[in-house]
């Protein structure tokens, strides 16, 4: 690894021209979906259906089958089911009886009665945006599969599932639907599924790029998958650094003079230990198409304005701390080519500029996120 002081790393352009590019052909499947359960901060479902994550060749196939697999648990365990208002003529009494519902019908008259009472229902919008999402997919024409007996045996299982759930009206659902949904404790075996659903409705957007259309969907739009990467990195971190506290931390300029037109700043991840001497690491997560700026010159450099931000994170905070005057930054970017581990010393902070490939395996994607922070807190221990 190689060090400069006082200024950003020269790097060829090749070295990270290609953090972005292609990433939606080359990022293998399950990487994408391991992705998505860390952002979702479901990572414990990881090792969950695992016949479902080996070999699917396209995003969708597996949401699809993980879906299904889920759905199949949840009917063994009992669809959710909540106490619903129902009325209804009876000829007899159950919970209150409507006078004014009776009269007008003239129920009395035929030895009935309108009544009202409570009733639990599978009836209920979680199951609704369920059974809609797998009738969508079972004739989805993305499902299309190279070997047509894996495909039918899909779209027969999804089919079989919507029957199962006749009890639920099949309505139509909106993004609307998701945000007006919310789950409680008893609704843990829901989080999974619904999430799915969610992210399905929200890829329906054609594109005309070839190959995986989900997959090339959901890491086409920068502020999507910039967001995407930041919940991955931020949780997988919290959960497997046990000694550190891992968060968005919100910072303050520090305004001698009092304006009001001080905006704050956010980070995307804080990590400092537990102990001391309570080390401090800003990690700031990037993902754009163009990484690398041309210069007048020739060759490429880092983006200044990148960088300008991570070291306005750490210089406006040294007056906290001796550990806020040493803080470590990192600039984090994915990328499915070259790995790339930089760093520099900035005014006593020592600033990394490095790449996970997301196209390798997982356990070894694993790995390097330990090992950047590890080499970012002891530059001496060797590059990752």
């Known amino acids: 690894m190689r060090n400069s002081s006082l200024g950003a790393s020269d790097v060829s352009v090749t070295a990270l021209e290609q953090l972005t590019n292609n990433i939606a052909d080359e990022i293998p499947v399950c990487n994408a979906w391991y992705l998505l359960l860390y952002a979702w901060d479901m990572a414990r479902w990881r090792g969950r259906w695992p016949e479902c994550t080996e070999g699917a060749p396209k995003l969708l196939g597996l949401l699809a089958r993980i879906l299904a697999a889920a759905t199949r648990d949840l009917l063994k365990r009992h669809l959710g089911r909540a106490h619903m208002v129902n009325r209804e003529t009876l000829r007899g009494i159950r ?23 409570p009733e639990l229902n ?17 004739a989805d024409p993305r499902l299309k599969h190279v070997k047509s007996e894996e495909e039918a045996r899909l ?18 659902i909106s993004l609307a639907d998701f945000s007006r949904l919310q789950l409680g404790r008893n609704d843990r075996d829901y989080a999974l599924p619904i999430a799915i659903c969610a992210l399905i409705r929200r890829l329906e957007m054609p594109t005309e790029d070839a190959g995986d ?38 910072l303050d300029w520090h305004d001698e003079l009092g304006c009001s037109f001080v905006p704050s700043m956010q980070t995307d991840i804080t990590i400092v230990e537990k102990l001391p001497p309570y080390r401090r690491l800003i990690i700031d997560t990037k993902y754009s198409t163009t990484t690398l700026a041309a210069t007048p010159h020739g060759g490429a450099k880092f983006k200044s304005e990148n960088l300008y931000q991570l070291y306005a994170y750490l210089r406006t905070q040294e007056q906290e701390s001796e550990a ?61």
């Open 122 to 138: 599978i009836d209920t919008p979680k199951n609704r945006i369920l059974r809609a999402t797998l009738h969508r997919l079972a």
């Open 155 to 172: 779209r027969h299982e999804l089919r079989t599932l919507v029957r199962a759930l006749e009890g639920i009206p099949l309505v139509p």
């Open 213 to 250: 259309h989900v997959l090339t969907a959901l890491l086409r739009d920068e502020i999507t998958f910039h967001s995407l990467f930041e919940r991955f990195v931020r949780n997988f971190y919290r959960l497997t650094l046990k000694d550190h506290e891992v968060a968005r931390q919100n």
């Open 324 to 384: 806020h005057r040493c803080a470590q930054g990192m600039l984090l970017y994915p990328t499915t080519s070259k790995d790339l581990n930089e760093a520099m010393s900035v005014q006593g902070h020592r600033i990394c500029v490095a790449t996970v490939n997301l196209s390798k395996e997982w356990e070894t994607i694993e790995a390097r996120l330990l090992a950047l922070v590890r080499s970012a807190y002891d530059p001496l221990g060797g590059s990752p």
């Open 95 to 117: 919970g209150r009886v409507d006078f004014a519902g009776s009269l007008k019908r003239l129920t009395f008259e035929q030895a009935a009665a309108h009544c009202v009472f």
